[in-house]
């Protein structure tokens, strides 16, 4: 059983119920955590990580503690295999009402374990008061008390419900007694037999026939007032509510007025007059009026909603549209009024909620949100004329600047912080802190500007830092340090819609600036209608730490034809984000980040476009994503994760590359590239590539400590290209071939699980245009599927490569793999399937790479050129070890002559490698006599030729008068070489 906390979205709700309008429980729900305990708070709507839902039980009464309910449900036999570690309950509408631990967490098995069981789960809420049980829902009386269990009692009479002012306005006296003291006005139901009077129901009187239910006499308090009688009858001014004010007080106090013109037409309220106002408007329109009292001291006040020239709004949670009498048929600009509102809401700090109306917007001021907002089901019209930001920002954000001091000169002194380091002891004040470090160390031109190194990193206890450094930063030219609190609690915006039917040209509308521990969900932007010719960006994020983004969904986000741009997301100067199901696919740009930002994710998403002018750093990472025509533009200063992702490529812009370098910045992104399971569907024209960089005007700056490179390390697993026709991807890396700016290749190229449909090129590198890296560049594919693999160099550059291939073949059974080697590459591979190897295509300088074939086949059923290698080259650099050769017969011999084959196979044939010196040469050969003719290949002079002899003893000639003797005993050949110049090369036979 577990106790548990009410939240914000509870409370709100349990105060605007009444005995008529009940709050109901319909739902409870179980988590587990996502393996740990969540720190409960009244912010949160939904539960770490929910497992199961089931229905609620009705309400059960703890009998001992009268303000607190238990609440029930039975997790079925047949689910489970998840452990319980939270609970909370659901109200019709899907509101989490409370939340609770499950502490110790409890095991529920699945049935097929031997412990499959039903399993109860409960969860307790303690109430401010017993009287506020009476606003939760009860179908039927259910009371439990510790150590006897649960009872259930159905009354064998039908029940009278009468509320607090039903009382005074039909039992009279006897009714203002029962419901004084600490009822609240018209909250509380109190029950009674039918039949009986209401001094019986009330007093039970002396003929015994009264009952109170338990609990109702506990509200009634009997004041005795000096001059007073109390042994006769009970006057309304003998009764004290709980304000310490007799009835006949409250009565000539309080009033009742249909709207707030009415209550602000009362000709000189006394102070701390008390008015129910039903409705905002006259005449009613169902708008919210609610409570207010009259308070001298704010006469001067009117915000148009809280304070109305003294009248003062009590007994409310949150702030709402309706209380400030914002129009909600988006036809009336309510501009101001919002205004006002979010100003009380921020000076109260207390929550927004509007779930319903349209609102329109048609000024130029900006709107600023700081508390909790939910707006779900409520939408904003964007007028014409509307030049103003709806903006979010936490009001209780701690930042500071520095420049010098204690703190600034400690940082100054750690000279470099290093690559990766992760620790920085910065004293106990700073902790848990978000920490810019800028400093004027070049880095990169931007458009021809120089832009400086900065660390974006969280700064934890004991000196531990979220993000070390991608490269060496040196501290000694610390410029600046910019400091931000983390914040305990989570600041929450929800359900912001826009429609945009009518909008005029807007640049940015809607901002979360300077804010951290921020959740942002279920943005809408709706209506967009056609083309137009402005530029325009949805969301942006600015200058913010540890954001969520949850669900931001985009009708129609156009890139138009005459160079304006429509982007989804923007985001700047931001370090921890996250954005999850994201909606921005078609004619659009989708997300940028335009301006340094640090450790991003982005999750679930359907986007056009993610692109990074000045570069992410730390991390990047895309998961569970589609992403179409503009693909991935970035420079990188981090390892950048995409998985279980795909590319929705089609014609459409000419792009040259799925994942391709921002040329704002010249080009680079350092860092690994990690890919796993990543699918291309569609392809692009004009050649593309799927890594391409895509060169500046400028390069770094002296004394950068970036690298000119596309990316450090590649590893990529299950990557593959569903091809269709006129697909054309051309290679995995590619590089301009008209800028002077030059990227290398990166260290490590790493393929593996992979595949591509004809006809593409998928997996070739081509290191035209990338300068030399010293080192060479180190390149591996396992288990890759393509019917084509190149390495070239076609202009001479001349980087040195190691390749290893491991189960390469083609797409089909029937094909294998076209191997090309243009490059500087030395090529090793073990078990492919290939159909032919050359080495020179074109005019350009050959290089003599080496080359050794372990196991697997070079089949080709077509006499065709299999093997183009530079003429007059010895074949000692080729080998070919245990390769199973299937080709026309007029074709091996120019093979064998290329290559230096041991133990192959040609058609079938046992090929012996036999190198013998000119002159006499002999050896033995185990060879199946059986077998037919025996060729063996002979070189003499200038002269290769095969010749070919039957298995049987004897004295053979040559064609050029030499003379081969045979001697055979048993199985065993001996063959004798009798010539001047003649060498024997090899033999084929059954060995």
């Given at each position: 059983?577990?106790?548990?906390?009410?939240?914000?979205?509870g409370?709100?709700?349990?105060?605007?119920?009444?005995?008529?309008?009940?709050l109901e429980?319909?739902?409870?729900?179980?988590?587990d955590?996502?393996?740990?305990?969540p720190?409960?708070?009244?912010?949160?709507?939904?539960?770490?990580?929910?497992?199961?839902?089931?229905?609620?039980?009705?309400?059960i009464?703890?009998?001992?503690?009268?303000?607190t309910?238990?609440?029930?449900?039975?997790?079925?036999?047949?689910?489970?295999?998840?452990?319980?570690?939270?609970?909370a309950?659901?109200?019709?509408?899907?509101?989490m009402?409370?939340?609770?631990?499950?502490?110790?967490?409890?095991?529920?098995?699945?049935?097929?374990?031997?412990?499959?069981?039903?399993?109860?789960v409960?969860?307790?809420?303690?109430?401010?008061?017993?009287?506020?049980?009476?606003?939760?829902?009860?179908?039927?009386?259910?009371?439990?008390?510790?150590?006897?269990g649960?009872?259930?009692e159905?009354?064998?009479?039908?029940?009278?419900h009468?509320?607090?002012?039903?009382?005074?306005?039909?039992?009279?006296?006897?009714?203002?007694?029962?419901a004084?003291?600490?009822?609240?006005?018209?909250?509380v139901a109190?029950?009674?037999?039918?039949?009986l009077?209401?001094?019986?129901?009330?007093?039970?009187?002396?003929?015994?026939?009264?009952?109170?239910?338990?609990?109702?006499t506990?509200?009634?308090?009997?004041?005795?007032?000096?001059?007073?009688?109390?042994?006769?009858?009970?006057?309304?001014?003998?009764?004290?509510?709980?304000?310490?004010?007799?009835?006949?007080?409250?009565?000539d106090?309080?009033?009742?007025v249909?709207?707030?013109?009415d209550?602000?037409a009362?000709?000189?309220?006394?102070?701390?007059?008390?008015?129910?106002?039903?409705?905002?408007?006259?005449?009613v329109?169902?708008?919210?009026?609610?409570?207010?009292?009259?308070?001298?001291?704010?006469?001067?006040e009117?915000?148009?909603?809280?304070?109305?020239?003294?009248?003062?709004?009590?007994?409310?949670?949150v702030?709402?549209?309706?209380?400030?009498g914002?129009?909600?048929?988006?036809?009336?600009?309510?501009?101001?009024?919002?205004?006002?509102?979010?100003?009380?809401s921020?000076?109260?700090?207390?929550?927004?909620?509007?779930?319903?109306?349209?609102?329109?917007?048609?000024?130029?001021?900006?709107?600023?949100?700081?508390?909790?907002?939910?707006?779900?089901?409520?939408?904003?019209?964007?007028?014409?004329?509307?030049?103003?930001?709806?903006?979010c920002k936490?009001?209780?954000?701690?930042?500071?600047?520095?420049t010098?001091g204690?703190?600034?000169?400690?940082?100054?002194?750690?000279?470099?912080?290093?690559?990766?380091?992760?620790?920085?002891?910065l004293?106990?004040?700073?902790?848990?802190?978000?920490?810019?470090?800028?400093?004027?160390q070049p880095?990169?031109?931007?458009r021809?500007?120089?832009e400086?190194?900065?660390l974006?990193?969280?700064?934890?206890r004991?000196?531990?830092?979220?993000?070390?450094?991608?490269?060496?930063?040196?501290?000694?030219?610390?410029?600046?340090?910019?400091?931000?609190?983390?914040?305990?609690?989570?600041?929450?915006?929800?359900?912001?819609?826009?429609d945009?039917?009518?909008?005029?040209?807007l640049?940015?509308?809607?901002?979360?600036?300077?804010?951290n521990?921020?959740?942002?969900?279920?943005?809408?932007?709706?209506?967009?209608?056609?083309?137009?010719?402005?530029?325009?960006?949805?969301?942006?994020v600015?200058?913010?730490?540890?954001?969520l983004?949850?669900t931001?969904?985009?009708?129609?986000?156009?890139?138009?034809?005459?160079?304006?741009?429509?982007?989804?997301?923007?985001?700047?100067?931001?370090?921890?984000v996250?954005?999850?199901?994201?909606?921005?696919q078609?004619?659009g740009?989708?997300?940028?980040?335009n301006?340094?930002?640090?450790?991003?994710?982005?999750?679930?998403?359907?986007?056009?476009?993610?692109?990074?002018h000045?570069?992410?750093?730390?991390?990047?990472?895309?998961?569970?994503?589609?992403?179409?025509?503009?693909?991935?533009?970035?420079?990188?200063?981090?390892?950048?994760?995409?998985?279980?992702?795909?590319?929705?490529?089609?014609?459409?812009?000419?792009?040259?590359?799925y994942?391709r370098?921002?040329?704002?910045?010249?080009?680079?992104?350092?860092?690994?590239?990690?890919?796993?399971?990543?699918?291309?569907?569609g392809?692009?024209?004009?050649?593309?590539?799927?890594?391409?960089?895509?060169?500046?005007?400028?390069?770094?700056?002296?004394g950068?400590?970036?690298v000119?490179?596309?990316?450090?390390?590649?590893?990529?697993?299950?990557?593959?290209?569903?091809?269709?026709?006129?697909?054309?991807?051309?290679?995995?890396f590619?590089?301009?071939?008209?800028?002077s700016?030059?990227?290398?290749?990166p260290?490590?190229?790493?393929?593996?699980?992979s595949?591509?449909?004809?006809?593409?090129?998928?997996?070739?590198?081509?290191?035209?245009?990338?300068?030399?890296?010293?080192?060479?560049?180190?390149i591996?594919?396992?288990?890759?599927?393509?019917?084509s693999?190149?390495?070239?160099?076609?202009?001479?550059?001349?980087?040195?490569?190691r390749?290893k291939?491991?189960?390469?073949?083609?797409?089909?059974?029937?094909?294998?793999?076209?191997?090309y080697?243009?490059?500087?590459?030395?090529?090793e591979?073990?078990?492919?399937?290939?159909?032919?190897?050359s080495?020179?295509?074109?005019?350009?300088?050959?290089?003599?790479?080496?080359i050794?074939?372990?196991?697997?086949?070079?089949?080709?059923?077509?006499d065709?050129?299999?093997?183009?290698?530079?003429?007059?080259?010895?074949?000692?650099?080729?080998?070919?070890?245990n390769?199973?050769?299937?080709?026309?017969?007029?074709?091996?011999?120019?093979?064998?002559?290329?290559?230096?084959?041991?133990?192959?196979?040609?058609?079938?044939?046992?090929?012996?490698?036999?190198?013998?010196?000119?002159?006499?040469?002999?050896?033995?050969f185990?060879?199946?006599t059986?077998?037919?003719?025996?060729?063996?290949l002979?070189?003499?002079?200038?002269?290769?030729?095969?010749?070919?002899?039957?298995?049987?003893?004897?004295?053979?000639?040559?064609?050029?008068?030499?003379?081969?003797v045979?001697?055979?005993?048993?199985?065993?050949?001996?063959?004798?070489?009798?010539?001047?110049?003649?060498?024997?090369?090899?033999?084929?036979?059954?060995?």
């Amino acid at each position: 059983m577990t106790s548990a906390i009410l939240t914000a979205i509870g409370k709100a709700k349990l105060a605007r119920a009444t005995s008529e309008n009940q709050l109901e429980i319909t739902h409870v729900a179980v988590g587990d955590g996502n393996g740990s305990y969540p720190v409960l708070t009244e912010n949160l709507v939904v539960l770490a990580n929910e497992v199961w839902r089931g229905t609620a039980s009705t309400p059960i009464r703890d009998t001992l503690a009268p303000s607190t309910l238990m609440f029930e449900s039975v997790i079925p036999v047949d689910v489970g295999g998840f452990t319980i570690r939270e609970i909370a309950v659901f109200d019709r509408s899907g509101a989490m009402i409370a939340i609770g631990h499950v502490d110790p967490a409890q095991q529920k098995p699945l049935p097929t374990q031997s412990t499959g069981i039903h399993m109860t789960v409960r969860i307790l809420i303690e109430l401010a008061n017993a009287a506020e049980t009476n606003l939760i829902l009860q179908t039927e009386k259910m009371e439990w008390q510790a150590g006897k269990g649960m009872e259930q009692e159905r009354p064998e009479e039908p029940v009278t419900h009468v509320s607090r002012r039903k009382l005074l306005t039909a039992f009279g006296m006897a009714g203002a007694a029962l419901a004084a003291g600490s009822i609240l006005p018209g909250s509380v139901a109190v029950y009674g037999k039918e039949g009986l009077s209401v001094a019986d129901t009330v007093y039970e009187g002396s003929n015994g026939k009264g009952k109170i239910p338990p609990g109702i006499t506990a509200l009634v308090t009997h004041n005795e007032l000096a001059g007073r009688d109390m042994a006769g009858a009970h006057p309304a001014s003998a009764i004290l509510d709980s304000s310490g004010l007799s009835q006949q007080q409250v009565n000539d106090c309080n009033r009742c007025v249909d709207s707030i013109s009415d209550m602000l037409a009362i000709i000189s309220p006394e102070n701390g007059m008390r008015v129910a106002v039903k409705g905002y408007h006259s005449p009613v329109s169902g708008k919210q009026g609610g409570w207010f009292k009259f308070n001298a001291s704010k006469i001067l006040e009117n915000d148009g909603g809280i304070v109305f020239s003294g009248w003062e709004r009590i007994d409310y949670d949150v702030i709402t549209f309706d209380m400030f009498g914002l129009d909600n048929t988006g036809t009336i600009a309510v501009d101001a009024k919002l205004i006002n509102l979010a100003a009380a809401s921020t000076a109260l700090k207390k929550p927004v909620h509007q779930f319903n109306g349209e609102y329109l917007l048609d000024g130029s001021s900006d709107i600023t949100f700081t508390e909790n907002t939910f707006l779900d089901g409520s939408k904003f019209i964007i007028g014409p004329n509307f030049t103003g930001r709806i903006i979010c920002k936490r009001a209780d954000e701690v930042r500071e600047e520095i420049t010098s001091g204690t703190l600034f000169d400690q940082v100054k002194a750690v000279g470099n912080l290093y690559k990766g380091q992760t620790f920085l002891n910065l004293g106990t004040y700073y902790q848990d802190h978000y920490m810019t470090f800028e400093t004027s160390q070049p880095m990169y031109y931007y458009r021809g500007t120089l832009e400086t190194a900065f660390l974006k990193t969280r700064h934890f206890r004991e000196g531990r830092i979220q993000s070390g450094p991608f490269f060496t930063l040196d501290l000694t030219k610390l410029t600046k340090i910019r400091v931000a609190r983390a914040n305990d609690s989570i600041r929450l915006f929800s359900g912001f819609c826009f429609d945009e039917s009518n909008a005029g040209a807007l640049a940015d509308y809607f901002k979360l600036i300077q804010s951290n521990m921020v959740v942002m969900r279920n943005l809408r932007y709706v209506n967009r209608g056609p083309e137009r010719n402005s530029n325009q960006t949805r969301l942006t994020v600015d200058d913010c730490y540890n954001v969520l983004i949850d669900t931001l969904d985009t009708s129609s986000p156009h890139a138009n034809p005459n160079g304006t741009f429509t982007y989804t997301l923007t985001l700047s100067d931001c370090y921890d984000v996250e954005v999850k199901k994201m909606q921005s696919q078609g004619r659009g740009w989708g997300t940028i980040g335009n301006n340094n930002c640090a450790l991003v994710t982005f999750t679930d998403c359907d986007v056009n476009r993610i692109d990074f002018h000045r570069p992410c750093y730390d991390k990047l990472t895309i998961r569970g994503c589609r992403i179409g025509d503009f693909g991935i533009i970035a420079s990188l200063v981090c390892d950048t994760y995409i998985t279980d992702s795909a590319f929705l490529m089609s014609q459409g812009y000419g792009n040259r590359g799925y994942i391709r370098s921002n040329a704002d910045t010249s080009g680079f992104c350092n860092g690994d590239l990690i890919i796993n399971n990543v699918t291309i569907n569609g392809y692009l024209a004009n050649g593309a590539t799927f890594i391409h960089a895509r060169h500046g005007a400028t390069a770094l700056p002296a004394g950068s400590p970036l690298v000119q490179e596309m990316f450090t390390d590649v590893y990529i697993d299950g990557l593959r290209h569903n091809g269709s026709a006129g697909a054309n991807i051309t290679s995995l890396f590619s590089s301009n071939n008209t800028s002077s700016i030059i990227n290398m290749l990166p260290k490590r190229i790493y393929v593996s699980n992979s595949s591509a449909d004809l006809p593409s090129a998928m997996f070739d590198i081509h290191v035209d245009k990338y300068a030399l890296r010293p080192k060479g560049v180190d390149i591996k594919y396992t288990n890759v599927s393509t019917n084509s693999l190149s390495f070239r160099d076609s202009t001479g550059v001349g980087t040195k490569g190691r390749v290893k291939l491991l189960n390469v073949s083609g797409q089909d059974a029937a094909a294998g793999t076209a191997l090309y080697n243009t490059a500087n590459f030395d090529i090793e591979t073990t078990q492919c399937e290939f159909s032919q190897y050359s080495e020179y295509i074109g005019t350009w300088t050959a290089y003599l790479p080496k080359i050794t074939i372990n196991g697997g086949s070079i089949s080709n059923t077509t006499d065709i050129a299999m093997f183009n290698t530079p003429s007059g080259i010895h074949n000692t650099r080729i080998k070919a070890i245990n390769v199973d050769f299937n080709m026309p017969s007029t074709t091996y011999l120019a093979i064998l002559y290329r290559y230096q084959p041991i133990s192959c196979w040609f058609n079938g044939l046992r090929y012996i490698t036999r190198f013998v010196s000119a002159g006499v040469a002999s050896g033995s050969f185990d060879i199946d006599t059986r077998s037919g003719t025996l060729r063996l290949l002979l070189e003499h002079g200038t002269l290769k030729y095969e010749t070919t002899l039957a298995p049987v003893a004897g004295t053979y000639n040559t064609a050029n008068g030499a003379t081969i003797v045979v001697t055979v005993v048993g199985v065993t050949a001996t063959i004798t070489v009798n010539a001047t110049n003649l060498k024997l090369i090899g033999l084929l036979g059954i060995v």
